[in-house]
């Protein structure tokens, strides 16, 4: 059975999750709507995916079982009050604004609307996302296969106690822009050794992906399938060492850290 899913914000993230859906055959074209308050933005979603695209927040509410909210969190307090009289025991709400509790969403809502959060991340674009998510106090167990199933469209998710989303925000939130660092780096080092810009930014951002698809295909643990590559007296321990004295692996532990702690601030600023 197809899924009636309204989004509220009509933004990248919102876009790769409707394509998702639609591809994965969760809904149809027919059964999603978004409401998107930019003119530009809403004749390209209606014209690049076909769904139905209004200015009117109260009429994806009222068509849609699953209402995913996809609005900046600071706009977040006065679209749940637009929406409250309209949202029932019967929708389920998905917020993926970063930084608001599921607490804050229920508080403003009627008793009994059952709300989840999710981190997703920028990956999600490309159908690679790495999500996380948080049941609120009124969902029922059917509602944690329905997430996973929107959220799996995208890439891979996991349910997690809500006050561990801070860290999944330092790890795989804001990891893409670590990664894309090492991207960059790697690529200037080729750079420095001769290689043309093209084909370096093109190796170095394969060999991440290749890496990484070998950890997640084979379940080997980074550790062994580092040392796997590093033989004796050779060019890969000479790098290595050269990254151990420079301490980056100290730097992307702190900068996760560092993230997970930021995410903590602002939520607490909600």
């Known amino acids: ?30 059964e999603v709507t978004a409401g998107e308050v930019i003119k530009e933005r809403r004749e390209y979603i209606a014209r690049s995916l076909g769904v139905k695209v209004t200015t009117d927040n109260v009429e994806v509410a009222r068509s849609a079982e699953v209402l995913l909210m996809a609005v ?13 009289p309209y949202l029932k025991p019967e929708h389920l709400v998905i917020s993926i604004a970063a930084g608001i509790k599921v607490g804050f969403i229920e508080s403003r809502l009627n008793t009994g609307v059952r709300v989840v959060r999710v981190m997703p991340n920028q990956p999600c674009m490309v159908g690679a996302s790495a999500s996380a998510f948080a049941m609120g ?6 509602d944690k296969d329905a997430v996973l199933r929107i959220l799996q469209s995208v890439g891979v998710a996991f349910p997690v106690d809500e006050k561990l989303l801070d860290a999944v925000t330092g ?17 200037d080092g ?9 084909v370096a930014v093109k190796l ?45 692996r100290g730097a992307f532990i702190d900068a996760v850290e560092a993230a997970a702690k930021r995410s903590t601030e602002l939520g607490e600023k909600s």
């Open 1 to 30: 059975m197809l899924m009636r899913i309204g989004f509220i914000g009509a933004g990248n993230m919102a876009e790769a999750l409707m394509k998702g859906i639609i591809s994965a055959g969760i809904s149809s074209k027919e």
């Open 72 to 84: 900046k969190p600071q706009q977040m307090a006065t679209v749940l009050e637009e929406l409250r």
């Open 137 to 142: 106090k009124f969902t029922k167990p059917d």
């Open 171 to 187: 790890l795989s939130g804001s990891g893409p822009a670590f990664v894309y660092m090492v991207i960059e780096a790697m690529a």
């Open 190 to 198: 080729g750079v420095l050794v001769g290689l043309p810009r093209d």
């Open 204 to 248: 170095a951002a394969q060999t991440v992906l290749g890496a990484a698809k070998t950890v997640l295909d084979t379940g080997i643990h980074p550790g062994a399938a580092k040392d796997m590559v590093a033989s004796p007296a050779g060019t890969t321990i000479e790098g290595i060492r050269v990254l151990e004295e420079a301490g980056v």
